[in-house]
């Protein structure tokens, strides 16, 4: 089914956006090299700068604590507005205190915060996904940001999941609670831990939320690979913007063809390898300018499969490229590639993680009192980044 482009813009309290879309926090992969590459993108080829694009999750209490690993993940471009940045907490304290250093400190004009993240080391502690479940503790850290933040323009966020499992869905009460305490907008990834990656999201629960909470923006998210997925999203679910996580690795780009979507212009031609090549080479660029050259080449190899998912590259470059050590290492392998090759079809649909389905680990006693309000034992004490 073909759904047609259609003008669509999205206000998060004070922030106006020209295009409906954020960039979902990913942990290792939405730092400021790979957010700058995908602004620049959409300057080359839908000519501006018009959704939301999200900064890594840290964690509260690494922030307030001023961790060096933290403090650098916070590096936004200069020339990057809205500066948005994704918080995790399990504790009202520390979410009030990294809340007002943020807005003290003039670091970010937005605050997502995160409670989707269905990683065992994260839910294990009564984070992430699992904290939806404890009502009352969810709505005292939402609270205690929008207080942090309440004489300034920084609108606070909310992402989070269907639930733990489905015998445990908390998405409708999370929304609610989440629009009462003060948040400007509310983003559900249409998962529920337990489904961790794999399988298909379920829109209906984004329809649903949008029924449920009518006064704050509803985001949804899960299995938006191309311009056309964002649309469909829309229109089926009535919701008020679209969050891109997987479908935009490898594919920097999305964020034009989807800017052009919603404005009701044509997409972009897709790039052919050569072009797939020279954006690749300027990711490797600025990895190396923001961690250095070492572990920029580091980090650039595992965004090595997603860029030639599809593509006919051959084991040996591939191999060789997963390998690469400097810039100049990577832009003569990078040389080495089929200029011509046109955009596949075998290039598009699913990257990144999918795995399956597995119990959610949670602290012991998790679900027995949803309306317990004791902060978890040790999450704060997480690095950022998940």
């Known amino acids: 089914m073909t759904v047609a482009a259609e003008t669509r813009s999205l206000s998060i309290g004070d922030i106006r956006l020209a295009s409906p879309v954020v960039l979902a926090p990913m942990a290792g992969v939405t730092n400021v090299a790979f957010r700058t590459l995908c602004r620049e993108l959409e300057i080359a080829r839908a000519g501006t700068v018009s959704g939301l694009y999200v900064c890594e999750m840290v964690t509260a209490r690494a922030l307030v604590e001023r961790h060096p690993a933290t403090m650098h993940m916070v590096t936004f471009g200069p020339d990057e507005s809205p500066r948005s940045l994704q918080l995790y907490s399990v504790d009202p304290k520390y979410t009030y205190d990294a809340a007002k250093m943020i807005a003290d400190e003039g670091l970010a004009d937005h605050i997502d915060m995160n409670f989707g993240c269905p990683v065992p080391k994260v839910t294990r502690r009564g984070g992430g996904a699992a904290l939806p479940f404890k009502r009352k503790l969810f709505g005292q850290i939402i609270k205690a940001a929008v207080a942090a933040t309440n004489n300034t323009d920084i609108p606070v966020t909310v992402k989070f999941r269907v639930g733990i499992d489905d015998e445990h869905h908390t998405f409708l009460d999370a929304g609610r609670i989440a629009a009462e305490e003060g ?175 597995a119990s959610v680990a949670l602290p012991e006693g998790w679900l027995a009192d949803p309306d317990d309000c004791t902060v978890p034992a040790g999450a704060e004490v997480m690095h950022s980044g998940g």
């Open 183 to 357: 948040a400007a907008a509310v983003a559900l990834h249409a998962r529920t831990a337990a489904q961790r990656y794999s399988g298909k999201a379920d829109w209906q629960h984004i329809t649903a939320l949008k029924e449920h909470v009518t006064d704050v923006p509803v985001l949804g998210n899960g299995d938006i690979f191309e311009a056309e997925d964002a649309l469909a999203m829309m229109a089926s679910t009535g919701c008020d913007g679209v969050v891109i996580g997987r479908g935009c690795l490898g594919r920097p780009w999305l964020f034009a063809e989807l800017s052009a979507a919603f404005s009701g212009k044509p997409l972009p031609t897709p790039p052919n390898l050569g072009e797939v090549a020279e954006i690749l080479l300027r990711h490797g660029d600025l990895l190396a300018a923001h961690f250095g050259e070492d572990k920029g080449m580091r980090d650039i190899r595992k965004h090595v499969a997603w860029y030639l998912h599809g593509f006919p590259a051959g084991a040996e470059l591939r191999r060789a490229l997963a390998l690469v050590k400097t810039v100049a290492e990577l832009e003569d392998l990078l040389g080495q590639l089929d200029a011509d090759v046109p955009f596949p079809a075998a290039a598009q649909g699913p990257r990144g993680r999918q795995g399956s389905s």
